[in-house]
């Protein structure tokens, strides 16, 4: 069945280094691949998406890459603040049920002043 | 534009009981999905309605349930809770289900 792996958390950064956080999927269609953000006491906040291969999907900094051939969509942000400390999720939406969401675990981001 | 409200924000419940959460999606949205999410399970799909109707249901027991109403309001029921019911339950909205979906801030429920 369709699957994310998203890398284990804590990631614990200082101010102004660059972040990367890995996400690998599975799936038997060509899905659409999205990175959510939840801040403590809140919901989910779409950070960003893309739709087919070779997407590049960015906002707030933040830069992910629709890659098909390795199967991933990792997270980027050449410079982390202390706002960006968060959980972030990776998460799929396969065609035939576009509005089924598979998430991955979440990681959760430390950023140090 | 006002986002996804879901209410209430908190729960607190006792075994054996049972519970209505209620979502009111953004205006102009017909999708509604609901997830559970749980430190253990992640987050998890429970169901999606659009025009009143459940197109999809993920696998929990039949103590889970949900109804969408025509103004696309939606609420979810779960009867005879037990403790591993304790969870973040997510309400997320789309137009018609296709377009990346927004969540609202969830209801924490809590049983005791």
């Known amino acids: 069945g369709n699957s994310v792996t998203q890398m284990e958390g804590p990631v614990t950064l200082s101010e102004e280094a660059f972040l990367t956080i890995n996400c690998t999927y599975t799936?038997?269609?060509?899905?659409?691949l999205f990175w959510y953000v939840q801040y403590p006491g809140e919901g989910l906040q779409l950070l960003l998406k893309?739709?087919?291969?070779?997407d590049k999907g960015s906002n707030k900094g933040f830069e992910a890459t629709y890659r098909k051939e390795t199967t991933s969509f990792h997270l980027e942000k050449g410079s982390v603040q202390v706002s960006d400390s968060a959980v972030y999720f990776c998460?799929?939406?396969?065609?035939?049920?576009?509005?089924?969401?598979?998430f991955g675990t979440g990681t959760r981001l430390k950023v140090l002043a | 534009k006002a986002g996804v409200t879901q209410t209430p924000r908190y729960l607190i419940k006792t075994r054996g009981q049972q519970v209505t959460l209620s979502c009111s999606p953004i205006?102009?949205?017909?999708?509604v999905s609901w997830y559970q999410q749980t430190p253990g399970q992640g987050l998890q799909f429970l169901f999606e309605?659009?025009?009143?109707?459940?197109?999809n249901k993920g696998n929990f027991p039949g103590r889970f349930s949900g109804r969408q109403f025509s103004n696309s309001r939606s609420e979810m029921n779960v009867s005879t809770l037990e403790l591993g019911d304790s969870a973040l339950y997510l309400c997320?909205?789309?137009?018609?289900?296709?377009?990346?979906?927004?969540f609202g801030d969830g209801t924490r429920l809590s049983i005791l």
């Open positions: 893309a739709t087919k291969a070779d």
């Open positions: 309605y659009f025009s009143e109707t459940q197109r």
């Open positions: 205006s102009g949205h017909r999708s």
């Open positions: 799936a038997t269609g060509y899905p659409s």
């Open positions: 997320a909205s789309s137009p018609e289900g296709s377009q990346p979906q927004h």
């Open positions: 998460a799929l939406s396969d065609p035939p049920v576009p509005y089924k969401y598979i």
